[in-house]
């Protein structure tokens, strides 16, 4: 296992057109979170899942966002009529179910609304 | 309201010397507090971490150093290593979540 893998890891989208992430933890990791981060700022939460059950979202996860995590595995994270506020690094990460260990980060999906 | 303060927003080493950054924070539910590095177009790697039950975590080069009276965390890398430029940000997660709050993050440059 190489890690969290992200794909795309750039896209450039036109204002108002739908946009949808993937994210592939590691294997044996049955936590997966998504976070965002803009220039000048540390990431900043947005969801994260035990398994397939969706457990948190932050206040910044809009109605034109959704997540899913399908039987536990991979996840998807979808942005309905993007804007150009939406353009920022997304983040997925993983973990264990410890308490207290650290989360593992992919290397991000660039997002550009045009 | 920023719970997780970097205040710095740059520091520059010179290559063999000490580098410490820092970080504050003000909820005081905080008992687990981690630094990542970030290099451009990457996403941030793990560095080490602390539960507030201790107030050191060693690992090798990095050290991080916890003030729970001071709300006030640090990392000290020794010694500094060009390959150490990067962001590094920290960050806390409190019992009863499991997601983090992050700083802002500071900019190291080691100087060759």
């Known amino acids: 296992d190489t890690g969290v893998s992200q794909d795309p890891r750039h896209k450039i989208t036109k204002r108002g057109q739908n946009v949808t992430f993937r994210c592939d933890p590691i294997?044996?990791?049955?936590?997966l979170y998504w976070y965002r981060q803009t220039l000048g700022q540390g990431p900043e939460f947005l969801t994260y899942f035990q398994n397939e059950a969706q457990l948190e979202k932050s206040r910044l996860l809009s109605d034109r966002f959704s997540a899913e995590r399908p039987k536990g595995s991979f996840s998807t994270l979808e942005i309905q009529r993007t804007e150009q506020g939406d353009s920022a690094m997304y983040l997925c990460?993983?973990?264990?179910?410890?308490?207290?260990?650290?989360?593992?980060f992919g290397q991000g999906t660039r997002l550009t609304v045009v | 309201d920023q719970q997780v303060k970097q205040n710095s927003p740059s520091l520059s080493v010179q290559e063999g010397r000490i580098s410490i950054l820092n970080c504050d924070y003000t909820?005081?539910?905080?008992?687990?507090f981690l630094w990542y590095k970030k290099y451009p177009a990457e996403g941030p790697t793990f560095l080490i971490s602390?539960?507030?039950?201790?107030d050191k975590n060693e690992d090798g080069r990095f050290t991080v150093f916890l003030n729970k009276s001071a709300k006030h965390l640090s990392l000290h890398i020794v010694p500094s290593q060009p390959g150490d430029s990067a962001v590094y940000f920290c960050?806390?997660?409190?019992?009863?979540?499991?997601?983090?709050?992050f700083g802002t993050g500071t900019r190291l440059k080691v100087l060759a």
């Open positions: 990460a993983s973990s264990s179910t410890l308490r207290n260990t650290e989360a593992f």
């Open positions: 294997s044996e990791h049955n936590r």
């Open positions: 909820n005081s539910m905080f008992d687990y």
């Open positions: 602390i539960s507030s039950i201790k």
């Open positions: 960050a806390a997660s409190w019992p009863g979540t499991y997601k983090y709050i």
